[in-house]
């Protein structure tokens, strides 16, 4: 077994995870199984026929170029991932005709659709029960509107157990959903109270230097007006910006992606300062933080558990949630 000199022994022990690779000048795709992200640099190299001297390859997501050179975070990916290799001096391209958007634009007509939609989360399910964890709002709420029977039939499993499976999706929908609204009354409260204080701090100003007051103002409003370019997609900015709670709403790769912005650029992209775009940043730190660190926790379990690689479906939580 290939190993990463001075590598973590976790990834080494890793099961295999099923991936996508292509050229990024090519259109056809290899399927390929690796244990960990030097295996499946190693593999797609070998596959994909690239010279020797075009190495070490660079793995980015097919879907928006982010490269990919943590183990941690490949291991986080779910099955099925398409990556794109890139050899030495290439670079990934959202705009080229041959970038990775294309070869989603090839699928858009079963991506797209409906059907394909939970089909395609079904079979994440499928290879691992954890990456329900890792989904979005908006992922669990179309595999909870799936009909039980069609789920079922996918999985092949029997309706009873796609019942627990439904209810445990709603589970952790319902949960996101209480977090949301206790931060919303959490800052109501706090919005409240600096209110309070800031027409209080006015009154006092006012009576002091009120032109100095409104000038300050005026300066600060004119600022906004500042575009700013970020790698964020229009529909994380709007999650982010009409959202409450949005780090709740949003699956992993996006956590990811916000994460790794300029805390600068999004604070000028949202129209916000930046200390709240860091503390919007700090949320989405510790909410990654909480799915991950819940991932491994199963996938401990599993792994004392006779070495089973998946959990089994009528083992999986479907306890009554405490009041």
Known sequence: ??????????????????????????????????????????????????????????????????????????????????????????????????????????????????????????????????????????????????????????LAQSQTKIQVLQDTLQQVLDRREEERQSRQLLELYLEALKNEDSILSKVAESETVPRKEMDVVDTGTSSTGTSAKTALSDQILAALKEKPAPELCLDSQDLELVLKEDTQALALALRWDKQKAEALQQACDQELSKRLQQVQTLHSLRSTSKGKKTLPWGDWPSSKRKK
């Open 1 to 154: 077994q290939r190993g990463r000199p001075g590598g973590r022994t976790a990834a080494m022990a890793a099961p295999l995870k099923r991936c996508l690779v292509r050229r990024r000048d090519g259109r056809e795709q290899h399927g390929l199984a690796a244990s960990c992200l030097r295996e499946l640099r190693d593999k797609a190299s070998g596959i994909l026929a690239i010279d020797k001297a075009r190495e070490p390859i660079t793995l980015v997501l097919a879907e928006d170029g982010t490269i990919v050179d943590d183990e941690d975070y490949f291991l986080c990916l779910p099955s099925n991932t398409k990556f794109v290799a890139l050899a030495k001096n290439e670079k990934w391209s959202s705009k080229s005709l041959d970038s990775g958007t294309t070869w989603l634009s090839e699928s858009a007509d079963e991506v797209d659709s409906a059907t394909e939609k939970w089909k395609q989360l079904a079979r994440q399910l499928k290879d691992d029960l954890s990456n329900i964890i890792l989904m979005s709002e908006e992922d669990l709420q179309v595999l909870i509107d799936v009909p039980r029977s069609d789920l079922a039939e996918e």
